[in-house]
């Protein structure tokens, strides 16, 4: 079993950037794939970004391709996500999860853990 704890949200204006961390507990890390999700109010929590277990393969939403990298470090038991260039319609809660299967990265079924989540808010 894995925990997870996001950090870095906070309010930010249109423009900006900000970087999420993910910190997860256990000594297994490196074999989870490792994803990020958004709830916006009144809105389905949507996929954002994944990373596969090694960090060789990485997926993005077609909102955020090209503003937002997601990375980890497997020695600091840590997954990031940078955003860059970042609009109000960013604006949600942050969730990150971990999938002991790969494919699929996009699903919210296929993750077996979740962070509790950090806000992001970006001003106009």
């Known amino acids: 079993q894995v925990q997870l704890v996001e950090s870095g949200g906070g309010l930010v204006q249109a423009g900006g950037s900000l970087r999420l961390s993910c910190a997860a507990s256990g000594r297994t890390f490196s074999r989870y794939h490792m994803g990020w999700f958004r709830q916006a109010p009144g809105k389905e929590r949507e996929f954002v970004a994944a990373i596969s277990s090694g960090g060789i393969s990485t997926y993005y939403a077609d909102s955020v391709k090209g503003r937002f990298t997601i990375s980890r470090d497997n020695a600091k038991n840590t997954v990031y996500l940078q955003m860059n260039s970042l609009k109000p319609e960013d604006t949600a809660v942050y969730y990150c999860?971990?999938?002991?299967?790969?494919?699929?990265?996009?699903?919210?079924?296929?993750?077996?853990?979740w962070g509790q989540g950090t806000q992001v808010t970006v001003s106009s």
């Open positions: 999860a971990a999938a002991v299967f790969a494919g699929a990265y996009g699903a919210i079924s296929n993750y077996n853990y």
